[in-house]
């Protein structure tokens, strides 16, 4: 058995090994463009068909959802698989008991493996107990006296931070909402979605699981997204439908600079705001919320 | 000067990767592996820059140009910012999945030390 204090697992051989990659990448990077190169042939592609072909005026909404857009739709089914994967590993026995029939499957295995200990980490299951039977509600911040201590317990956070965060969500929703809708031109759902699942975890933060109960449920994002990744396959199979290609516009071109500019891309990039929002959404909220499983202790 | 950015690249990723080898704490070998994909971001955004060059937007363009000649202007390369973009996004998400995954470890053993993981071992 190795010494339980130590902190760090053979440092010199890891120093070693790194350092040895930093002077390969340096070596490397000696080698690569500087910033005075020519642009590479793909990029002139981009910048020449922006215009011309899907009528929008931002060359990288059109490589996102026009040129790389079957890279996108990779991209966005990965982000999909690790929001599952998160919502797999962090789900708990409580509200899908007997959903595929882990709980009853997990009494026989805890019963045989060991008939007479409790099941879980006895200390941690007996606290999340503790937490869940506290009958005594809890106060809302809001409701105490200015110049009074900071809130007990860890729900919401003290008077500076819940204005200056009701203050902040207004101006980061406005802004990822403009972000997809016009920004220099339409399109950039993809960081508009990762700012809108900002605002949520800074309203939870800040105020507490009360303040976004309403909206981040498990029902209604777990639904919205699929949604989102429904209408992603939607819009690009209606493309290899009626024009022969999976990533090709099949939406009449608006004019330069209105919200309808850029055909297909406008509407990719509205599902994928849906798709990005709700899924980082998901993924933070169902690690935030982890219990514990049914697994038996070791 | 973009040569800079190129080291500090190196130097941020080798960061991550001694934090990966040598440290037995699985939150910090997640914040390590963070450290890492952060590297990418930089090293993307680097190589999309050109010296004087804007933004690749094709909006506004300056007296005596066109929209089109803009194109063919000195503008960042748009292709390795979509790169970084999508890099962002998804790495948020693999973030979750790896801390996901070192909270059910701590939970099963009790311990967020690799060196205790050792069930397979029999």
């Known amino acids: 058995m190795t010494d339980r204090d130590e902190a760090l697992h053979r440092p010199w051989l890891a120093a070693g090994l790194a350092g040895g990659v930093a002077a390969l990448l340096a070596v490397a990077f000696f080698r690569v463009h500087r910033d005075d190169a020519p642009l590479p042939a793909v990029a002139h592609r981009a910048l020449d068909l922006a215009l011309p072909a899907w009528k929008t005026t931002e060359p990288v909404n059109e490589i996102v959802y026009g040129t790389r857009a079957f890279d996108t739709f990779g991209e966005t089914f990965l982000l999909f698989a690790a929001v599952v994967a998160v919502t797999v590993l962090a789900r708990g026995r409580e509200p899908r008991h007997e959903y595929v029939g882990e709980a009853s499957a997990a009494q026989d295995e805890q019963a045989r493996v060991d008939p007479k200990r409790p099941p879980g980490s006895v200390r941690a299951r007996a606290a999340e107990q503790a937490e869940e039977s506290d009958a005594s509600p809890v106060r809302p911040a809001d409701r105490a006296r200015l110049g009074t201590p900071g809130p007990e317990v860890a729900v919401e956070m003290t008077v500076v931070v819940r204005i200056a965060a009701r203050v902040a969500v207004v101006v980061l929703a406005v802004a990822g909402v403009y972000l997809a809708a016009w920004g220099y031109s339409p399109g950039g759902g993809f960081p508009a979605g990762a700012v809108l699942s900002g605002v949520a975890v800074l309203l939870y933060a800040a105020l507490g699981y009360g303040a976004v109960r309403r909206m981040v449920r498990p029902a209604l994002m777990e639904a919205l997204e699929v949604a989102g990744a429904m209408a992603i396959v939607l819009i690009e199979l209606l493309g290899l439908v009626l024009k022969g290609s999976f990533t090709a516009n099949w939406v009449p071109l608006a004019p330069v600079g209105t919200i309808r500019s850029g055909g297909v891309l406008q509407l990719f990039s509205g599902a994928e705001l849906v798709e990005v929002g709700t899924g980082l959404t998901i993924a933070i909220f169902a690690l935030l919320g982890m219990r514990h499983d049914w697994s038996p202790e070791q | ?122």
Do not use: W
């Open chain 2, 1 to 122: 000067m973009i040569l800079g950015n190129y080291l500090a690249v190196a130097a941020l990723f080798s960061l991550g990767l001694y934090a990966v080898l040598s440290r037995r704490n699985l939150i910090k070998i997640v914040m390590g592996l963070s450290l890492m994909e952060s590297s990418t971001y930089l090293l993307l955004v680097s190589l999309a820059y050109r010296r004087r060059s804007t933004a690749p937007v094709l909006l506004n363009p300056p007296k005596g140009q066109t929209e089109s000649g803009l194109a063919h202007g000195n503008v960042a390369d748009p292709v390795l910012q979509n790169f970084c973009l999508t890099a962002i996004v998804i790495g948020v998400a693999i973030t979750a999945v790896f801390l996901t995954v070192a909270v059910r470890a701590a939970q099963h053993y009790d311990s967020v030390d690799a060196d205790d993981l050792r069930a397979l071992r029999g």
